[in-house]
């Protein structure tokens, strides 16, 4: 709804109660109208024609605080719509500020005003807390509260009920908006708590750790020198049970090579005694036969060791010799022997049964 610009220039008209009503009533025809868009774009388009006509009214009535309200509550409502951009949207609410701040300023008893201002800073309070939003919000509904007869900025037909009524309900919204900022800072101091706590908790934990750290290294330290030294001692053990294996087998193969130089001698002094005594048996053999021969000698008349073959027909093949029969000389199968006295006289004889045929050349 655009204003006629005849309207705009009538500068008598600007003050009087009639106009202000009426041109109250546009604006708040344009403010309807936003809430009815749907639109994104649309609703964009309508709220820069709302805050047009609002800048205007506040050119041709700049002592009525109605329309700074108003202008305040567009440009909140515009920051609302903006919640991701947390820059566009401080720089909205702080423009907002401003005018609820001018209508404070130029109706200092207004209800309307105070409440519009504190809402404001408890939008900014709520995104980004801070000790001085918070003061001022605090102050504001105290000086808010403390108004024993708030004036009344808005027409009073255009209120659906009376202004007492208002004005209670206007006190009750100050003290809870007032709750909201007290709790938002308890919230706040809570969080800050929590935060410390954390800080807190991560630094012990820090030096917890640190010291246990160094508690653990310590440990390892002296496990490392008690692994050392049990090494070390294993390494003594060994050394000096590989230096008693070595010295007792060293003692046993001593002990063997003296067991075996033992046996050595032992089978050396048998081997010997068993010479000894089969050279004395032969001795004795070899004696008995020399008995044995001599007593052969002694019986036969011949010598003990003229004996011959007793196969052959005449002894030493001489010519000469008379052909003995050997038959009827050994009946008990042993063999005769030929034995001689001298050079020329032979005989036959038996070494069992002496009979001796004498034979000569």
Sequence with gaps: MAIESSSESMAIESSSDSYFITYFQKVEAELAEIGLKEDATARATATATARSILNKAIDLFPDKPVFYIRLAFLVAKEASRLPEEEVQRQHLLQEALTSADEAVRLSPYSLDAATMKVIILSQILRKNFSEPIYHRIIDECNRALAIRIPTNDIPTNDYPMNFSETVAHQRIGIRALQDIAEHERAEHERAARERAERAERARAKSNRNYRLQQIIEKREMEEEKKRAAEEEKNKAELEERMRMEEEKRRAEEEKWKAGEEKRKRKYKKKKEKAAEKRQKEEEERQKAEEEKQKDLKDASGCPSDARFDATQYAFFGQDAVEEVDLGGLDDDGDDP???????????????????????YV
């Design 337 to 359: 022997v030929f034995g001689s006295v001298n050079d020329d006289d032979y005989y036959l004889f038996d070494k069992d049964e002496v009979r001796v045929v004498r034979f």
